[in-house]
T-cell receptor
Framework: EAQVTQNPRYLITVTGKKLTVTCSQNMNHEYMSWYRQDPGLGLRQIYYSMNVEVTDKGDVPEGYKVSRKEKRNFPLILESPSPNQTSLYFC??????????????FGEGSWLTVV | DAKTTQPNSMESNEEEPVHLPCNHSTISGTDYIHWYRQLPSQGPEYVIHGLTSNVNNRMASLAIAEDRKSSTLILHRATLRDAAVYYCILRLSHGSSNTGKLIFGQGTTLQVKP
């Protein structure tokens, strides 16, 4: 079954304590991306990756890091989390092509609370 | 900057058609228009996408204006399970290549009444 798997699904952490949210896909997709969803602001893109070792900033990259060492994994790193990073996070993946029409698969989301 | 605009909410009666509009006046020539929906406590799921021509699939139809500055998602017969937040998304391209950037609208919350 085609899946994008995120872990953890729920996390409460303290300000400044580094954390990593993992994302893994089993569809051999080149493209992976992270989003955050906040009330009234909708979904906003944090970072994306077009392939292994290729990453780029989305609309709201501040305070986040990513890496893409393997095709299937795209972890989101919060080096020093702050309360304004409390949000619902989604990872997504899709195949790449020369056109932008490929279906995007989303994970189930990770609820992160920073106190 | 690319942007999509959607109404905050819409209501429909069960078994009736629903037309969900989206304005994307800043769209570029090769940007794709995607529609996704999100049920409570779930990630967005694919509904339909298109470039220039109208598109149909088993879930919905997508009508794209001739100038591509707007589109309409059509649910032919709304059911209670169609109650969700519907997102209009631009998948940005540069020439014929995918840039990797996605622009989400604010989403339209669809309420379906029995």
């Amino acid at each position: 079954e085609a899946q994008v798997t995120q872990n953890p699904r729920y996390l409460i952490t303290v300000t400044g304590k580094k954390l990593t949210v993992t994302c893994s896909q089993n569809m051999n997709h080149e493209y992976m991306s992270w989003y955050r969803q906040d009330p009234g602001l909708g979904l906003r893109q944090i970072y994306y990756s077009m392939n292994v070792e290729v990453t780029d900033k989305g609309d709201v990259p501040e305070g986040y890091k990513v890496s893409r060492k393997e095709k299937r994994n795209f972890p989101l790193i919060l080096e020093s989390p702050s309360p304004n990073q409390t949000s619902l996070y989604f990872c997504a993946s899709s195949s790449m092509g020369t056109v932008a029409g490929n279906t995007i698969y989303f994970g189930e989301g990770s609820w992160l609370t920073v106190v | 900057d690319a942007k999509t605009t959607q109404p905050n909410s819409m209501e429909s009666n069960e078994e009736e058609p629903v037309h969900l509009p989206c304005n994307h006046s800043t769209i570029s020539g090769t940007d794709y228009i995607h529609w996704y929906r999100q049920l409570p406590s779930q990630g967005p799921e694919y509904v339909i996408h298109g470039l220039t021509s109208n598109v149909n699939n088993r879930m919905a139809s997508l009508a794209i204006a001739e100038d591509r500055k707007s589109s309409t998602l059509i649910l032919h017969r709304a059911t209670l399970r169609d109650a969700a937040v519907y997102y209009c998304i631009l998948r940005l391209s540069h020439g014929s290549s995918n840039t990797g950037k996605l622009i989400f609208g604010q989403g339209t919350t669809l309420q379906v009444k029995p």
